[in-house]
């Protein structure tokens, strides 16, 4: 049952996905006795970080030219503990509580961004990093060739910034997927995990307003990563994970000889609880 993924040595494919269940602790300790190898911690996003030390620097710019003393009362706005402390925070104690690989998830928008917080979440102990690039061109002036490119450049910046290995998880939305998956390992990439599974928009009739629509997924959704990681398996030399449509022993074994070195789920747990874990194994 024992596999490598991303170098780490796990003792089965099964691991947990990026989802808000491996952000309690508690919650870790369940999914590691049920049998989980390793665990995904929720994405950190640069955009909330963002809005959090803009808020904060709100609150501060406010009292603190209200009068002359309060100008060197108040200590700088970078002294303060917001956005990704409670996230690295988070990190550090389940290192602390479970003995299985903790791999943080970040999802940035800057290049300055993206190294920033990728040194962070090391520093906090993960296992290893993974990048849930997810970018929309919704510019017409911007070439399917542009938007590769920024994928590229963001993998090689935080390549450059951290010793800990470093998967990208990919949406199936491009021309060519091999020659794309093929230029990202030689950006740097330990691995690749196929598929995202994007939250897609609704409109609410009712109230005539954008409204976010989550689905879990179902086991049919499993031939798009079944068919990649059998084409791309062989071709790269990197780690191959696949995710998506996992909800059954059957769909594990399908996805592990197809060539996948980890078998990621989450939706399964959703519906099932985390002691499926032990089911699926």
């Known amino acids: 049952m024992r596999t490598r993924y991303l170098g780490l040595e796990l003792r089965n494919p099964l691991v947990v996905s990026a989802c808000p269940l491996t952000s309690k602790i508690d919650m870790l300790c369940r999914l590691e006795e049920a049998g989980a190898a390793a665990a995904v911690m929720p994405s950190l996003f640069e955009e909330q970080i963002v809005h959090d030390e803009m ?28 956005g990704a402390d409670s996230y690295l925070k988070t990190i550090e104690t ?58 590229l450049d963001l993998v090689q910046a935080v390549r450059a910034s951290i010793s800990i290995p470093m998967a990208v998880k990919l949406g199936p ?5 091999a020659n794309m ?49 059998a084409i791309l398996r062989g071709q790269l030399g990197i780690s191959l994970a696949a995710t998506t449509g996992v909800h059954t022993s059957e769909d594990v074994l399908k996805l592990l000889l197809a060539g996948a070195d980890a078998v990621m789920t989450t939706s399964s747990l959703y519906k099932k609880g985390p002691e499926h874990i032990s089911t699926l194994i």
Do not use: H
Request: hydrophobic fraction near 40%.
């Open 173 to 177: 939305f491009f021309s060519s997927m």
């Open 181 to 229: 998956a093929r230029r990202l390992a030689a950006a740097g990439a330990s691995g690749l995990v196929l598929f995202n599974r994007f939250l897609q928009p609704d409109i609410d009739l009712e109230t005539l307003s954008v409204t976010p629509n989550l689905v879990l997924s179902t086991s049919d959704e499993l031939r798009l990563p079944l068919r990649w990681i």
């Open 94 to 151: 389940a290192k602390r509580a479970v003995t299985i690989p903790i791999v943080g998830s970040l999802n940035g928008t800057s290049t300055g961004g993206w190294i920033r917080y990728a040194k962070l979440i090391e520093e906090a102990g993960a296992d290893a990093l993974e990048l849930n690039i997810y970018l929309v061109a919704t510019d017409p002036e911007r070439s399917g060739a542009d938007v590769e490119q920024r994928y």
């Open 55 to 82: 808020t904060v620097f709100e609150y501060y710019e406010d009292p603190a030219n209200s009068f002359r003393e309060a100008l060197s009362y108040f200590p700088e706005i970078e002294n303060y503990t917001v």
